[in-house]
Structure formats: structure tokens, C-alpha cells
């Protein structure tokens, strides 16, 4: 197992608000040095910032860039920015399918090729990819998120299989729904906002939203050398909801 020491350099893209954020923070507090790529600053400022935009290939190179020169190298990257989008297979436009597979797939495609150079000179090289649950079921209203999200899931393994013998470990984590700022800006727009977020809790077996802090300590593990023989893995933060099947409560 590698020196935990050396687990220092980290970059989290979407790291100003919701797990982004709660994971920026989780490393900061493991005392290492954290660079949020985003469009918005963090609140915090103990974790370092440049503006960057995914979905444009210059802004990501810009910001990994800065990100490198100012950490003094790399050795996390947690690939989080990311859009949702509702609606069954007719509802959304071919605008929008591109927009949503624009940031949430090739997003990740421009970060993780721009930062690869500065990870290969870690020993202890990493890549976290944030997924979801609708990855692996089936959920409604969400054809086009689902969409991208399998993608993740398809495309953390196959960098994984890509960069095992450069000794750079990829992993992703499948939240469930998480009680973020998205979530709230959704529940803001709902009919029945109160009724919505029961139903939402009512669908997760532990009958309450996933937190943000659960998802980043999960991120956390992955990324540490205590997971040092974990990669290709997909790590579920869900409340039981991918894998059990429990009565409904009373």
C-alpha cells in the first residue's frame, strides 16, 4: 500500500456546491490541497478555485493547467460537474440530449485527458467519476440523465482497463437521490413540493434523500490508498435502492 502522505493533490470539478462542495471539503479536511473546477466559486476558501467550463475543451485545458501548477502535481481527480435534465424519450429535444451528454459524458472525457499527463507522475493515481443510480435502474422521467449516466458507468471501466498498467486506478460512485441544491431547485418547481420529496425518500429503502457528506466520504475511500486495489468498481451510495427489495413502510 502506497504512503497515505502522498495523497495530497486533489481536483474536483463542480467542487463549489452540492457533493462536489461536501467532497472538496472532506479532502481539505484530510489535510490535503483541493482545486475546485467550476463556473462559480466555492464558499469556503480553503479550496482553491479556477473558473472552468466542461463543456468548452480551452477553458478545461486553462483550468487543469492552473490546477497542476498550483497543487505542484496531481494525484486525485474527481470528475463531478454535472447536469440533469427530466423527461421520458420524447420530451426532451435533440438540443438538450446534446447539452446533457456534452457535460456529463465528454465533460469527463476532457478533464480526465487533460489531467492523465500529471496523474501519470503520482504514485498513487487516481480518477472518481460521480454516477448515479440511474445507471442501473430504471428510472422514471429521466431517459435522457439515465442516458449519460450509463455512459459514465461504461466509460469508468473501460479507463480503468485503459490505465491499470500505468497504475492509475478509475472508480465511480452511484448516489442515490442526494438532498442537494439540483434537488431543491427540482422540489422549488414541483406541483406538490412537499409530496414530490416524499416520494422521492419513499423509493430509497432507507426512507430518506442521500446526503452529500455520504457521497464525498465514499469518493474519499475510493480515492485513498486504503482502496488501493480497487478499480473498475461502481460504488453505490443509495439507500439500498439498486439492490434491495423491501415492503413498502406502513
Not at 482545486?35 to 476558501?45: F, I, K
Not at 507522475?121 to 428510472?139: E, F, K
Request: hydrophobic letters at 45%; one cysteine or more; glycine letters at 10%.
Amino acid at each position: 500500500m502506497s504512503d497515505p502522505s502522498e495523497f495530497r493533490r486533489v481536483v474536483v470539478t463542480g467542487g463549489s456546491s452540492g457533493i462536489g462542495l461536501a467532497t472538496a471539503l472532506r479532502f481539505v479536511a484530510d489535510g490535503a490541497a483541493v482545486v475546485s473546477l467550476d463556473l462559480a466559486a466555492p464558499p469556503d476558501d480553503s479550496i482553491g478555485w479556477f473558473a472552468t467550463d466542461v463543456s468548452d475543451d480551452a477553458s478545461v485545458r486553462a483550468g487543469v493547467a492552473a490546477a497542476v501548477e498550483a497543487l505542484g502535481g496531481l494525484d486525485v481527480l474527481v470528475n463531478n460537474a454535472g447536469i440533469g435534465a427530466q423527461g421520458t424519450v420524447e420530451d426532451n429535444s435533440d438540443d438538450q440530449w446534446l447539452e446533457v451528454l456534452d457535460v456529463n459524458v465528454l465533460g469527463m472525457v476532457r478533464v480526465s485527458r487533460a489531467a492523465l499527463p500529471a496523474l501519470r507522475r503520482s504514485r498513487v493515481a487516481c480518477i472518481v467519476n460521480t454516477c448515479s443510480i440511474a445507471a442501473t435502474a430504471g428510472l422514471p422521467q429521466r431517459a435522457l440523465y439515465s442516458a449519460s449516466k450509463g455512459a459514465v458507468l461504461a466509460l469508468t471501466r473501460a479507463m480503468a482497463a485503459d490505465h491499470i498498467g500505468e497504475g492509475i486506478r478509475v472508480n465511480c460512485v452511484n448516489p442515490g437521490t442526494a438532498d442537494t441544491p439540483w434537488v431543491g431547485r427540482l422540489l422549488a418547481v414541483a406541483e406538490d413540493p412537499e409530496a414530490e420529496r416524499a416520494a422521492l425518500e419513499a423509493r430509497q429503502p432507507m426512507g430518506r434523500l442521500v446526503t452529500a457528506d455520504e457521497v464525498a466520504a465514499a469518493i474519499h475511500y475510493l480515492a485513498s490508498p486504503a482502496a488501493g486495489s480497487t478499480t473498475g468498481t461502481d460504488l453505490a451510495v443509495d439507500g439500498g435502492m439498486s439492490g434491495l427489495r423491501v415492503r413498502p413502510r406502513s
